[in-house]
């Protein structure tokens, strides 16, 4: 019984202080590195952190959801999903420290806060959790449209990584749906957007 919670404890821990690593290469590598104005690197940066923060999210997200999860084939898909936000969060990590930023400092509170809603969303069960999913993988796809718009056209290093990320993030809410993923209501899908926007305006500067 502790087990679960030991493991669950050390990718909390891993997520938040330790250097993330990636099986796959950095999309944008054999890129050289843009010459940007100051306040397009800081720009770049700011959005870098926000799309950061939002992969400390899902991974505590899909932490909590696998901890009440009561269907073995749902676990996996969440633990697979969570393997390449793991990725993600590694792409980010990097290019934030490449534009000369730092990581957001509310961090653990990012972390907790979407470990909570992640296992309460497990406990309603396997259809809704993976509604749930779906519906913040779809949210995620929106938000990562709207920063590839946004970035600067010259950080091609940056819109690489966005852009596979976007690529990711539909694979993971297809699979959410093919796995019986149950539609969210309005109300909640709204709710979800608001937290959303409050989480990437903060992080942008914190």
């Known amino acids: ?29 054999e890129l050289g590195e ?22 400390v999210c899902a991974q505590a997200l899909y932490q909590g959801q696998a901890l009440t999860c009561r269907n073995a084939e749902v676990r996996q898909a969440l633990e697979k999903a969570a393997g390449e936000e793991t990725e993600h969060l590694a792409w980010t990590e990097r290019r934030i420290k490449e534009l000369g930023s730092r990581k957001s400092l509310l961090n653990p509170l ?15 069960g396997d259809a809704r959790s993976l509604g ?21 056209k010259r950080d091609a290093k940056s819109l690489a990584i966005v852009q596979q990320m976007k690529i990711d993030e539909m694979s993971h809410a297809e699979a959410a749906v093919n796995l019986g993923a149950q539609e969210m209501p309005a109300g909640i899908k ?8 409050v989480m990437t305006r903060t992080a942008y500067y914190l």
């Open 34 to 55: 843009p010459v940007l104005s100051a306040k397009e690197k800081a720009h770049a940066a700011a959005l870098m952190r926000v799309n950061h923060v939002g992969e």
């Open 190 to 197: 709204t709710a979800m957007r608001l937290a959303a926007s």
């Open 132 to 152: 749930f999913l779906a519906e913040t993988e779809r949210q995620v796809e929106a938000h990562l449209d709207h920063h590839l718009e946004d970035l600067p």
């Open 1 to 29: 019984m502790l087990d679960p919670l030991i493991i669950g404890f050390d990718k909390a821990l891993r997520t938040l202080f330790a250097p993330a690593t990636s099986t796959r290469g950095v999309p944008g590598r």
């Open 110 to 124: 990012w972390y907790l806060g979407s470990l909570s809603l992640g296992a309460f969303a497990g406990k309603l």
